[in-house]
Nanobody
C-alpha cells in the first residue's frame, strides 16, 4: 500500500512563492509517473504538472513558467515550487502517483494540502 503525504501549503500573498512537498511510503517516485493536481470546491480535480521517471515534465498552461516540479530521490519526496502565485492558484493541492504503465488518473493520492493566495 502506497501512502502519500503532502505538506507545505498555507497562505501566501499574490506574487509570492511556496514550495509543496509530497512524501511517499514506500519510495516509488524514482520509477513511476508522479504529479500534482489541484481542486477547488465545485470543480473537477485538474492536473497541474507531472514528472516521468526519465525526467520529462508536463505543465498545465496556467502554471507554465511559474511552477516547477522536481523530485528528491534521497528523501523520497516530490516537490512543486510555486512562484509568482496568483489568487486563481488557490486550491487544495494533491500529490498523485501512477502505477506503471500509467493510464488515466493516478492510482494513489495524498489527502491534500491547502494553498490560499491573497490578492
Amino acid at each position: 500500500q502506497v501512502q502519500l503525504v503532502e505538506s507545505g501549503g498555507g497562505l501566501v500573498q499574490a506574487g509570492g512563492s511556496l514550495m509543496l512537498s509530497c512524501l511517499a511510503s514506500p519510495n516509488i517516485f524514482r520509477n513511476n509517473l508522479k504529479g500534482w493536481y489541484r481542486q477547488t470546491p465545485g470543480k473537477e480535480r485538474e492536473l497541474v504538472a507531472h514528472l516521468s521517471s526519465g525526467g520529462q515534465t508536463f505543465y498545465a498552461e496556467s502554471v507554465t513558467g511559474r511552477f516547477a516540479i522536481s523530485r528528491d530521490n534521497t528523501k523520497g519526496t516530490l516537490l512543486l515550487q510555486m512562484n509568482n502565485v496568483k489568487p486563481e492558484d488557490t486550491a487544495m493541492y494533491y500529490c498523485g502517483i501512477w502505477e506503471m504503465p500509467p493510464s488515466g488518473s493516478p492510482s494513489y493520492w495524498g489527502r491534500g494540502t491547502q494553498v490560499t493566495v491573497s490578492s
